[in-house]
T-cell receptor, first 111, second 119 residues
Framework: GENVEQHPSTLSVQEGDSAVIKCTYS??????FPWYKQELGKRPQLIID?????GEKKDQRIAVTLNKTAKHFSLHITETQPEDSAVYFC??????????FGKGTRLSVIA | DSGVTQTPKHLITATGQRVTLRCSPR?????VYWYQQSLDQGLQFLIQ???????AKGNILERFSAQQFPDLHSELNLSSLELGDSALYFC??????????????????FGPGTRLLVL
């Protein structure tokens, strides 16, 4: 089955700097890659997703890139703000199979 | 607000007991997923229902069971509870997959979760 590895597990950045979180997946059939943000005690919220027919997608300060050959995808957050502090999860799925999540990255943005 | 509701918000019970968690999906969504999130852990997929039928099974213990009713709400039943079952339980819902080209997973929207504490 699918296996998703996520790095780093913790990340601290200065406010205004960029943050990058990377994930690798094992199933070459995977074609859907969402990213979720979870604040303490709250629900995971979708922040951006990408499907395998595109290599990059951007939404304001957030971007996701996908390298199907290398089987990895990354989340890029630019001009980080304190409210970006949260746990971020990547996930992958193949066809209509359930999502497999990475173990999460705890991002701290230091003001 | 994702449109997915879960009850109760909090649940405190004792070992050996049985509890039922409830989830109502977003209007129109046919798929419901259940996840378990232990302290500082990721999201572990338990089970998926689609339009009343079990669609996929993950790391769900035999002590746990679920069902989806004709009105599409779902219940997760946890029995013979152990201390290690203490966790946040989320449900998520998604719509009908597009019938075009490659099938892919529809976006999942998560409910607020039920925090279960087993003492």
């Amino acid at each position: 089955g699918e296996n998703v590895e996520q790095h780093p597990s913790t990340l601290s950045v200065q406010e205004g700097d960029s943050a990058v979180i990377k994930c690798t997946y094992s199933d070459s059939a995977s074609n859907y890659f969402p990213w979720y943000k979870q604040e303490l005690g709250k629900r995971p919220q979708l922040i951006i997703d990408i499907r395998s027919n595109v290599g990059e997608k951007k939404d304001q300060r957030i971007a996701v890139t996908l390298n199907k050959t290398a089987k990895h995808f990354s989340l890029h957050i630019t001009e980080t703000q304190p409210e970006d502090s949260a746990v971020y999860f990547c996930a992958a799925s193949a066809g209509n199979t359930p999502l497999v999540f990475g173990k999460g990255t705890r991002l701290s943005v230091i003001a | 607000d994702s449109g997915v509701t879960q009850t109760p918000k909090h649940l405190i019970t004792a070992t050996g007991q049985r509890v039922t968690l409830r989830c109502s999906p977003r209007s129109g969504d046919l798929s419901v997923y259940w996840y378990q999130q232990s302290l500082d852990q990721g999201l572990q997929f338990l089970i998926q229902y689609y339009n009343g039928e079990e669609r996929a099974k993950g790391n769900i213990l035999e002590r746990f069971s679920a069902q989806q009713f004709p009105d599409l709400h779902s219940e997760l039943n946890l029995s013979s509870l152990e201390l290690g079952d203490s966790a946040l339980y989320f449900c998520a819902s998604s719509g009908i997959p597009e019938a075009s080209g490659d099938a892919y997973q529809e976006t999942q929207y998560f409910g607020p979760g039920t925090r279960l504490l087993v003492l």
